[in-house]
């Protein structure tokens, strides 16, 4: 439903529970499928005047929520927009948002415990400073740069950025444990809640569309070049099945030699053949196995999230000072880290030992299976 004013208003419902199906939609729609901008308000719209002619409550006349948005999923969401979203289900964009949305409020939440614990004005170096600073970067090219190249297939700039990842990594440790302190000033606890607050902002409002473009720029503007060139063609595949769709490096090869041998054998051109090389993509990685794969993508942040634990619990056991209030917020944190990161790997481990198999492909190629 649209306001008078050009903005989208949420649809009137006769009952509480009618909305809280209408929320459970939204949801699951928004969780398991990705849908393009306003169709969950256009399908929430239709579904209430449906519901007001019928005059019945949704659940009755439209089912299970979950059971719905999967279908509404399988009949309006295209294969152009399914194959821009990653194996994991994120929007060009939507990651590098995120990863804004994530660091502002880890810099608040920092600007907290250390007032709580050290007082309004908080003494910083250069190095702590410089090593705070170096970590919320590192926050942002985890888990918002590094993804947002993969998806776009740029699989050597992702390469180059995981490099720096590591980097970061050995320069935040050095900055807060090996370096001397030296000179130091003292700073507003407060500052770092409107450092988070920007960050937040940031993240929040800036529109994940430009980002995903100025990300797939390289590769966008590749688009012309491989529809009269069958190798940049090929090449591009591989890129995506390995990057957007993570599957693995030998099947990859596998699905570009079988579609390399079909154009031989036709002599016709990969564009002719197979059609758009992203809907290509999505229709070889489709399949029983695209969870696995998902799981599979989950398994690196999980290794850096195992070794910040590690290394906050090492730092925090090497010069424990129990009369301090930082050193058992440092214990708080610790234990919800720890319960975070037990239920993420067990959730991980679960999703990895069955066997998975990817779907079967289109034509001129199989399935990617993993």
Same mark, same amino acid.
């Given at each position: 439903?649209?306001?008078?004013?050009?903005?989208?208003?949420?649809?009137?419902?006769?009952?509480?529970?009618?909305?809280?199906?209408?929320?459970?939609? &939204?949801?699951?729609?928004?969780?398991?499928?990705?849908?393009?901008?306003?169709?969950?308000?256009?399908?929430? &719209?239709?579904?209430?005047?449906?519901?007001?002619?019928?005059?019945? !409550?949704?659940?009755?006349?439209?089912?299970?929520?979950?059971?719905?948005?999967?279908?509404?999923?399988?009949?309006?969401?295209?294969?152009?927009?399914?194959?821009?979203?990653?194996?994991?289900?994120?929007?060009?964009?939507?990651?590098?948002?995120?990863?804004?949305?994530?660091?502002?409020?880890?810099?608040?939440? @920092?600007?907290?415990?250390?007032?709580?614990?050290?007082?309004?004005?908080?003494?910083? +170096?250069?190095?702590?400073?410089?090593?705070?600073?170096?970590?919320?970067?590192?926050?942002?090219?985890?888990?918002?740069?590094?993804?947002?190249?993969?998806?776009?297939?740029?699989?050597?700039?992702?390469? %180059?950025?995981?490099?720096?990842?590591?980097?970061?990594?050995?320069?935040?440790?050095?900055?807060?444990?090996?370096?001397?302190?030296? !000179?130091?000033?003292?700073?507003?606890?407060?500052?770092?809640?409107?450092?988070?607050?920007?960050? +937040?902002?940031?993240?929040?409002?800036?529109?994940?569309? !430009?980002?995903?473009?100025?990300?797939?720029?390289?590769?966008?503007?590749?688009? &012309?070049?491989?529809?009269?060139?069958?190798?940049?063609?090929?090449?591009?595949?591989?890129?995506?099945?390995?990057?957007?769709? *993570?599957?693995?490096?030998?099947?990859?090869?596998?699905?570009?030699?079988?579609?390399?041998?079909?154009?031989?054998?036709?002599? *016709?051109?990969?564009?002719?053949?197979? *059609?758009?090389?992203?809907?290509?993509?999505?229709?070889?990685?489709?399949?029983?196995?695209?969870?696995?794969?998902?799981?599979?993508? &989950?398994?690196?942040?999980?290794?850096? @999230?195992?070794? +910040?634990?590690?290394?906050?619990?090492?730092?925090?056991?090497?010069?424990?000072?129990?009369?301090?209030?930082?050193?058992?917020?440092? %214990?708080?944190?610790?234990?919800?880290?720890?319960?975070?990161?037990?239920?993420?790997?067990?959730?991980?481990?679960?999703?990895?030992?069955?066997? +998975?198999?990817?779907?079967?492909?289109?034509?001129?190629?199989?399935?990617?299976?993993?």
């Amino acid at each position: 439903m649209i306001r008078t004013d050009g903005r989208e208003r949420k649809p009137d419902w006769p009952c509480d529970d009618d909305a809280q199906w209408a929320a459970e939609f &939204e949801f699951a729609l928004a969780l398991g499928h990705t849908p393009p901008d306003g169709l969950a308000e256009q399908v929430l &719209e239709e579904a209430r005047l449906t519901v007001a002619e019928a005059g019945l !409550p949704v659940r009755e006349v439209l089912g299970d929520p979950a059971a719905y948005a999967d279908a509404v999923a399988a009949e309006r969401i295209d294969e152009a927009h399914r194959s821009s979203v990653d194996v994991e289900g994120f929007a060009a964009g939507d990651r590098f948002t995120s990863s804004l949305l994530m660091a502002g409020g880890q810099v608040a939440l @920092f600007g907290a415990v250390l007032w709580a614990s050290a007082g309004l004005w908080i003494p910083v +170096g250069w190095a702590t400073g410089g090593a705070g600073l170096l970590l919320a970067v590192l926050v942002v090219l985890v888990t918002g740069v590094i993804p947002e190249l993969r998806a776009a297939g740029r699989l050597r700039a992702g390469r %180059v950025a995981i490099a720096c990842a590591a980097v970061l990594v050995v320069a935040c440790a050095v900055g807060f444990t090996a370096v001397p302190r030296g !000179p130091q000033v003292s700073v507003p606890a407060p500052s770092l809640f409107v450092v988070g607050a920007l960050l +937040g902002v940031l993240g929040w409002r800036v529109p994940p569309e !430009p980002v995903g473009r100025w990300f797939r720029g390289k590769a966008a503007a590749a688009a &012309e070049a491989i529809r009269s060139d069958d190798e940049a063609w090929l090449t591009r595949l591989s890129a995506l099945l390995r990057g957007r769709h *993570g599957v693995s490096a030998g099947n990859a090869r596998r699905c570009v030699a079988e579609a390399r041998d079909h154009l031989a054998a036709s002599g *016709g051109s990969a564009v002719g053949e197979f *059609g758009d090389v992203e809907v290509y993509a999505l229709r070889l990685s489709e399949g029983p196995g695209k969870s696995r794969r998902a799981a599979r993508a &989950e398994v690196l942040p999980t290794i850096l @999230f195992t070794g +910040g634990i590690l290394w906050w619990s090492i730092d925090l056991l090497s010069d424990p000072e129990p009369a301090s209030l930082w050193f058992w917020a440092k %214990v708080v944190v610790l234990v919800v880290g720890a319960w975070a990161w037990a239920t993420t790997s067990w959730s991980l481990w679960r999703k990895l030992r069955p066997g +998975g198999r990817g779907g079967s492909g289109a034509k001129g190629g199989s399935g990617a299976k993993g």
